[in-house]
């Protein structure tokens, strides 16, 4: 057997427990071993001729699933596709009557608690209220043990290289290390902790056997 073999062995053994703990707290729970079956299982979540938008998400982009959407029977509510800052706006709005809402989290914990830290909080907004669905596409690489090590991973790791994503000044784009501050553009502005989904399944959660996102 290979190192990836002991890898995936492991991983699926550890995301049992962890869907396990998401139907505890009423969210749907999928593993995938990989990104093409994370990409049948998100798909096969989502009705064709539905409307469809996104959250900013490397993830999503990784395993397909935003190509994959944009070229199939969806309406799609695209904030890449806006010409003007106001236009863009109005697209993350318009994206909270959606269908379904595709996203990724800063953080997942062992016991099923997503972690989420948003500069403006549109991202957050969807996955609280708004679309029917919410599929949330997690890497292996996000697991924590508990809700501090998830807070921590999304404030001094997550939020700092997301951080460079974008220009500005904040200690977290200077530094690379979180300073915990209140500048303007702080990418830090909301932090969610979810952990029960109301109504029940409305959040599904598909852990992923590779590494993924940020």
């Known amino acids: 057997m290979e190192t990836k073999d002991f890898k995936d062995a492991r991983n699926q053994l550890v995301a049992g427990k962890v869907i396990h703990n998401l139907e505890r707290r009423h969210m749907e729970g999928f593993y995938a071993r990989n990104k093409a079956e994370a990409l049948r299982i998100a798909l096969s979540l989502i009705p064709e001729g539905s409307t469809v938008g996104w959250g900013g998400s490397f993830s999503i982009e990784e395993i397909g699933l935003k190509e994959a959407v944009k ?10 596709a806006a010409k003007t800052p106001a236009e863009r706006d109005e ?9 379904s809402f595709l996203m990724s989290a800063n953080a997942i914990t062992e016991d099923g608690q997503l972690v989420n830290i948003d500069g403006r ?6 996955l609280c209220f708004g679309p029917e669905s919410v599929i949330v596409i997690v890497g292996m690489n996000k697991l ?11 404030r001094n790791y997550a939020a700092p290289v997301n951080a460079q994503r974008f220009s500005g000044d904040t200690v977290c ?16 502005g909301q932090i969610v902790v979810t952990r029960n989904s109301n109504p029940t399944g409305r959040i599904k959660v ?9």
């Open 173 to 188: 784009h200077k530094t690379g290390s979180c300073g915990d501050c209140n500048m303007d553009g702080c990418i830090c």
């Open 206 to 214: 598909i852990l992923v056997g590779e590494e993924l996102g940020i």
């Open 71 to 80: 070229n199939g029977n969806y309406t799609n509510i695209d904030r890449d």
């Open 144 to 154: 924590t043990r508990t809700l501090d090590d998830a807070m921590a991973r999304a």
């Open 91 to 99: 697209l993350m709005k318009k994206c909270l009557t959606a269908d």
């Open 121 to 126: 909080g549109n991202r957050v907004a969807a």
